[in-house]
């Protein structure tokens, strides 16, 4: 079949529009019952206690390695001292919630979406419908709210690790007081900083959610469907997360005031 | 409630010229056919002949390009999805490939709709193993449906779709890639169900035997199995036919009239 425009841009629309619908239906969702507070738990389970091993890593080496990196640079200014500044200022405002994020989005975002794909192609998802039970509210809904909540707590604890991460190297390698590098990573951080570092996970794990259970529901044509909505789910989340990043930052510089 | 004043309240499926195109595919072309109460229709039709088409939008799982369709009283094509899913729990639907929710064990997927509804525990246990013995699966209430065969897989997801005693029932090729005995297992379930809960219900099937022995056999309590009508008797006259032939309607009678039919379509479909 030849290669219409007119069709590629309807079908882009269409799709955009349809996981518009299912976002929105997911957050109504949880003003109203039935809540599915097991399946909410579940998830919460799943999302954030089996995400902690990696977020942990993940948060420990990227704050080690922002200390090793910043302190090149800042000892040719005779800065050293302000490693802690730079690391925690870094990690809280933008690396914990985006790396985090981005942890969660390879691990869960193709979780979901290749378990409601499988869903999908076999049926189960209209056999769920025919019982007469709605599978966004049974299905998408849960995992919505338990991203959110979880990836709250998870960038927290990101941002934790990282700085214990670069401590470790504030420590060994740069031979920095570990009190003065507390001290000025604690004291550097303003109310606005952690706001802005806490709204983001927020936003971004409903894009995790939404975006793999999306691809998920939409999966067609067998194991070949399920394995490309997982990736496209991956794909899709992680670009949207930084693209959402870079207007949530901007937006919030112009709310809070120059930061 | 249609023009005429009727709602279809009197029968329990009733399909008023119904359309459906997949792009440019003709799936079904103004359709219409009346299934009555405690009557089973059987639909008939090679692969791609829009079967589970209708099955499908009898539940509103799909919608109709145009033509209406009426379920227990209630226009399926003019209600929200949010408005379907209670109509949803008055039937029950048997999927081809059963559709039994993986990660959920036996019990789980029987007790589904049970644990939907709120219904106390106590309850479910006694209609989950109820429903799991008129399907002679009892054993199994602990098993995952990975452990299971295609035909227990068949015979749970029947079990899962009269748990909650229906009003209407769909099966969906029950009997699709089994063997003749398991084959013949399911359909004297089908026939059980038809005749001891009298309930309504469409049958997708590709197997004209099973067609056949649903209009011939009637379920006898005290044996508790199905046995052949006795021979000066009518076949079963609640069993109906309806062939369907690239969306459109070829046939539509008793068991009698097809086997008898004249028309050369149906004469070469009924051929061994």
Redesign the interface.
């Known amino acids: 079949m030849a290669f219409s425009l007119t069709e590629y841009a309807k079908g882009n629309v269409l799709a955009v529009q349809e996981y518009s619908i299912l976002s929105w239906r997911a957050f109504a969702n949880l003003f109203s019952q039935p809540l599915y507070l097991g399946d909410i738990l579940q998830q919460m389970d799943t999302i954030g206690v089996g995400s902690l091993p990696i977020v942990a890593l993940t948060g420990f080496f990227t704050g080690a390695v922002l200390a090793l990196q910043s302190a090149n640079s800042l000892a040719r200014f005779g800065a050293l001292a302000f490693t802690g500044q730079l690391v925690s200022m870094s990690m809280v405002r933008e690396l914990g919630p985006v790396l985090t994020s981005l942890m969660v989005a390879g691990r869960n975002a193709s979780g979901m979406a290749s378990e409601l794909g ?2 999908q192609v ?3 998802i ?9 599978p966004t509210r049974k299905l998408v809904t849960p995992r919505l709210s338990a991203t959110m909540f979880m990836l709250f707590f998870l960038t927290i604890l990101s941002d934790l690790v990282g700085l214990a991460g670069g401590s470790v190297i504030a420590l060994l390698l740069l031979r920095l007081d570990l009190n003065e590098y507390w001290t000025s990573a604690w004291q550097t951080l303003r109310y606005a900083d952690v706001f802005m570092g806490l709204v983001k996970p927020v936003l971004f794990g409903f894009i995790i959610s939404t975006v793999g259970c999306y691809y998920g529901l939409s999966a067609k044509g067998g194991t070949q469907g399920v394995g490309r909505a997982t990736t496209q789910a991956v794909v899709a989340a992680s670009v949207l997360i930084l693209a959402v990043d870079l207007i949530v930052t901007r937006l919030l510089m112009v709310l809070l005031g120059p930061l | 409630m249609s023009a005429d004043g009727r709602n279809g309240s009197e029968k329990a499926v009733v399909f008023e010229g119904v359309s459906l195109r997949f792009d440019e595919q003709v799936v079904l072309e103004d359709l219409s056919f009346e299934l009555e109460h405690g009557a089973t229709k059987v639909l008939l039709g090679v692969a791609g002949s829009g079967k589970t088409t209708i099955l499908k939008l009898t539940l509103g799982l799909l919608r109709p390009d145009s033509g209406r369709i009426f379920v227990l009283g209630q226009e399926v094509t003019a209600m929200r999805e949010r408005e379907l899913f209670e109509l949803r729990r008055r039937i029950g639907m048997v999927f081809q490939e059963s559709a039994l929710f993986d990660s959920q064990s036996v019990e789980a997927n029987v007790a589904f709709r049970l644990r939907e509804e709120k219904v106390p525990e106590e309850e479910i246990q006694r209609r989950v193993h109820e429903a799991l013995r008129f399907v002679e699966m009892e054993k199994t209430v602990n098993l995952f449906p990975a452990e299971l065969s295609g035909g227990m897989r068949r015979r749970v997801a029947i079990a899962r779709a009269i748990i909650s005693q229906p009003e209407v029932l769909l099966y969906d090729s029950p009997t699709a890639g089994l063997d003749p005995v398991t084959s013949t297992t399911i359909v004297e379930l089908l026939v059980k169900q038809r005749d001891y809960y009298k309930t309504s219900a469409l049958l997708v099937t590709h197997r004209l035997q099973d067609a056949f022995t649903m209009a011939t056999h009637s379920f006898n309590q005290q044996q508790n199995k199905m046995v052949p009508v006795p021979p000066d008797t009518n076949w079963d006259p609640r069993t109906s036919f309806l062939v369907l032939k690239d969306g459109h309607r070829m046939f539509e009678g008793s068991a009698s009239e097809i086997a008898n039919s004249g028309d050369e379509y149906i004469r070469e479909y009924l051929a061994p």
Not at chain 1, 126 to 134: C, I, N
């Open positions: 499988s869903m076999t049926e189960q209209d056999a769920m419908r025919a019982l007469g039970t709605d």
